[in-house]
T-cell receptor, first 116, second 108 residues
Framework: NAGVMQNPRHLVRRRGQEARLRCSPM?????VYWYRQLPEEGLKFMVY????????ESGMPKERFSAEFPKEGPSILRIQQVVRGDSAAYFC??????????????FGSGTRLTVV | KNEVEQSPQNLTAQEGEFITINCSYS?????LHWLQQHPGGGIVSLFM???GKKKHGRLIATINIQEKHSSLHITASHPRDSAVYIC??????????FGTGTRLQVFP
């Protein structure tokens, strides 16, 4: 039973290119969350998705960032026209529920994006 | 001011010492999480608490809902415990709000 799988682990992009980060949740988990960790800063919420729906995108930058979680396949975080300030570790987490006392997260290993 | 405050920011200890990391938050929550992150590594969920106390091996987590405070204790610390420990809370939404972390180094 694989955990949350993120790929790639490391991604290098030149300024202006597109970055695509993938997250496959744990089997049976239908809720996916993306978090960003800027260098020397804490983790910040970006977006919460369920299958085919964006539930909360209040942490997403208004431009260049988008996320999806299609019916089939992994969740994708897409960053268009990357800039140096996008360099960070991007973590995905999944859970089986959205409410209730047993609501726990499983985190992926993260994708470390470096923009050169 | 961060909604979730952790202390200390940095902590060094000798192997075998008892360690306590504290977390305070500002308003009522539905759950609190303790997470562990090794340098350059992923994030491991250690505990999820909504009340009381939980224990797993040498780790103990407690929460006081009235005082809006949680502690993570490590008994008989070991160099492999060296990591960043992060407190995160969930209010009535589905997202986590994170503290800035406590960097722990345990020396042999």
């Amino acid at each position: 039973n694989a955990g949350v799988m993120q790929n790639p682990r490391h991604l290098v992009r030149r300024r202006g290119q597109e970055a695509r980060l993938r997250c496959s949740p744990m089997k049976g988990h239908s809720h996916v969350y993306w978090y960003r960790q800027l260098p020397e800063e804490g983790l910040k919420f970006m977006v919460y998705l369920q299958k085919e729906n964006i539930i909360d995108e209040s942490g997403m930058p208004k431009e260049r960032f988008s996320a999806e979680f299609p019916k089939e396949g992994p969740s994708i975080l897409r960053i268009q026209q990357v800039v140096r300030g996008d360099s960070a570790a991007y973590f995905c987490a999944s859970s089986p529920y959205s409410q209730g006392p047993n609501y726990g997260y499983t985190f992926g290993s993260g994708t470390r994006l470096t923009v050169v | 001011k961060n909604e979730v405050e952790q202390s200390p920011q940095n902590l060094t200890a000798q192997e075998g010492e008892f360690i306590t990391i504290n977390c305070s938050y500002s308003v009522g929550i539905s759950a609190l999480h303790w997470l562990q992150q090794h340098p350059g590594g992923g994030i491991v969920s250690l505990f999820m608490l909504s009340s009381g106390k939980k224990k797993h091996g040498r780790l103990i987590a407690t929460i006081n809902i009235q005082e809006k405070h949680s502690s993570l204790h490590i008994t008989a610390s070991h160099p492999r415990d060296s990591a960043v420990y992060i407190c995160a809370v969930r209010y009535n939404t589905d997202k986590l709000i994170f503290g800035t972390g406590t960097r722990l180094q345990v020396f042999p």
